[in-house]
């Protein structure tokens, strides 16, 4: 059997540690893949350098049950 786990976070190092921290509990053998994802929540046409669209950025895990 298999489950899978979500995340989401606007700050993408927030997410990869919350990741890492879940994995990190995980029994050996247990996770089968991560999967990233990121996905904008606005659409914007602003082009200053250094200015980005606000993001969302998520993660699955599929892991064994």
Do not use: C, W
Not at 14 to 32: A, H, P, T, W, Y
Not at 34 to 48: D, F, M, Q, R
């Amino acid at each position: 059997m298999y489950e899978a786990k979500g995340f989401q976070s606007t700050d993408f190092a927030e997410l990869i540690r919350v990741v890492n921290d879940f994995l990190g509990s995980l029994e050996e053998g247990k996770m089968i893949d991560v999967k990233y994802n990121t996905v904008p929540l606005a659409v914007s046409i602003h082009t200053e350098y250094g200015v980005n669209p606000d993001t969302k950025y998520t993660a699955m895990i599929i892991i064994k049950k």
